[in-house]
């Protein structure tokens, strides 16, 4: 049987998604596979399908036990034999699993990262005949990951006891370094790397810059007023601003709740219950919630605050349109955001070199923020996918007459940053800073070369510069190197790399 008909049979599935027909086949040779699907791409078939296809064992490490649960009744209701081993559960519970594991054949076994430390199923795995060892959620491997686990790092010993046995490692979003730190901390052999899915041609990309939070308030409500259908998550960066935020709405809005791991577990697992059943459409959250949820309705993701990197906004971006919908996604980004993001990094015990990664992730955030090119674009080049874009024609850059954009409150004190054309024929931004018709001219001249160098290096243009950055450039006009740490957004790096090109640049574009 091949695997189209496989796919038939088993999942009721007409056709492969984006992406995991390749996986599937490179698992298939017996090949260490990193694989990257977004959120909601299917990832879970990438090793369901081969353990029926092969007929063997296949182990599947999961973060979650209330996701191994979903996973384990979704495919014994498809009659497939599953199982999951976890705390908590009773003697006779697993005695059950290890029976229908030990009559042979298809079989796909779940488990946290703690059992597989356990001496006595170390060497129970010697003796199985397996097809593959899956590590879902593998961006928790990395310690350069946004959501690393030290449980996690200890997964080595898979390939050391059974270096026969393929390593899948699957995760929504990793950039190229934590690929290649899943990898090591893997000890994979030599890995496929297959990168799909960033493109998200039904959700619509918009970032607004807010001076305060009586303005963020604004965009919050008058977003939540243009999607009266629908779920609705709204991510803020702390367990207080959390339960303000949801206080506020609730004061507003219907069937509205909030959650953060500061909740107790029966709490939490209430508003999860509540927000999965329909009860709630709108609720307001820390990163904390939704890994492993999957709710086809989500119209609107807003994120109050700005998240500590790219790699957490897509993801938590990911959790809307999963039906394919039109969704939006709203971003409402501060400099008081990333003070909050600059103290989290601060103060934290990670070690210098780690701490140096999180800074260089939330300059990438910032710039990405402040950029001018499109988001889409952007995002899938960061990412290395292998699907690339000029323009999308679905976010706030390509398409900001969108009737799915979020329309500014116009009041005295929403004074969003945005580029309007004044009677004087000067472009003035909000932030106090205008371009007069020679320094417009330098500033599309210095857009056209940051494209251009982007194009070249295979990079995101806001790795490069962000507009803000090529603002004051056309304005300050520096003419050396040492002029050039005075403009914003230009550190010695970033001199080293691009300075002399900057110059000359601006020397061009100005005679």
């Avoid at 449980?151 to 699957?170: F, H, M, T």
């Avoid at 990670?350 to 910032?366: S, T």
Wanted: net charge neutral.
């Amino acid at each position: 049987m091949d695997l189209h008909a496989q796919l038939k049979k088993s999942f009721n599935l007409e056709q492969f998604r984006l992406g995991q027909q390749d996986i599937i086949q490179s698992v298939l040779t017996n090949k260490d596979t990193l694989a990257v699907l977004p959120t909601g791409g299917g990832k879970s078939l990438c090793y369901q399908l081969p353990a029926v296809y092969l007929n063997k064992l296949v182990i599947v490490i999961s973060p979650l036990i209330a996701l191994m649960k979903d996973q384990v009744s979704a495919l014994q209701k498809k009659g497939i034999p599953a199982g999951a081993l976890f705390s908590g559960q009773s003697e006779d519970e697993k005695r059950l699993v290890f029976s229908q594991i030990n009559q042979g054949g298809v079989f796909v076994l779940y488990l946290s990262p703690e059992r597989v430390q356990k001496e006595g199923f170390q060497k129970w795995i010697l003796q199985r005949p397996l097809a593959l060892f899956a590590v879902d959620e593998a961006h928790c491997v990395s310690q350069w990951g946004h959501d690393f686990r030290a449980e996690y790092s200890e997964l080595k010993i898979l390939k050391k006891l059974r270096p026969d046995v393929p390593v899948l490692a699957l995760t929504a979003s990793a950039t190229p370094t934590v690929l290649d730190d899943i990898s090591k901390n893997l000890n994979m052999v030599k890995p496929q790397r297959l990168v799909h899915g960033f493109y998200r041609p039904n959700l619509y990309y918009q970032v607004e810059s807010c001076e305060n939070e009586d303005i963020k308030d604004d965009w919050l409500l008058q977003s939540i007023k243009q999607f009266p259908e629908g779920r609705i998550l709204v991510y803020c960066g702390t367990r207080k601003v959390t339960e303000e935020v949801a206080e506020m709405l609730q004061s507003k809005f219907k069937n509205v709740d909030y959650y953060h791991a500061g909740l107790g577990t029966k709490e939490r697992t209430r508003v999860q219950e509540s927000y999965v059943n329909g009860e709630l459409r709108i609720l307001v959250a820390t990163n904390a919630f939704g890994m492993g949820i999957d709710q086809p309705d989500v119209r609107l993701v807003v994120h109050y605050q700005m998240p500590a990197n790219i790699d957490a906004l897509y993801q938590e971006m990911g959790r809307a349109g999963r039906d394919g919908n039109p969704s939006t996604c709203l971003m409402l980004y501060s400099k008081r955001d990333k003070g909050l993001q600059s103290y989290f990094i601060t103060n934290s015990d990670a070690r210098p070199e780690i701490k140096d990664l999180k800074w260089r992730n939330l300059d990438a955030l910032v710039e990405y923020s402040e950029g001018g090119e499109c988001r889409h674009a952007e995002i899938l080049t960061y990412y290395k996918d292998a699907q690339r874009l000029k323009r999308c024609g679905h976010c706030d850059i390509c398409d900001p007459q969108s009737n799915r954009k979020i329309l500014e409150v116009l009041s005295e004190r929403n004074n969003s940053v945005k580029l309007v054309k004044n009677s004087s024929k000067k472009y003035k931004f909000v932030v106090g800073e205008e371009l007069t018709p020679e320094q417009q001219l330098v500033f599309r001249a210095l857009k056209d070369w940051r494209k251009n160098k982007a194009n070249e290096l295979d990079v995101p243009a806001f790795v490069i510069f962000g507009d803000k950055t090529l603002r004051e450039l056309a304005q300050i006009n520096p003419q050396s190197l040492d002029e050039l740490q005075n403009v914003y957004g230009i550190g010695e790096a970033k001199i080293e790399k691009f300075g002399v090109e900057i110059l000359a640049e601006l020397k061009l574009a100005s005679e």
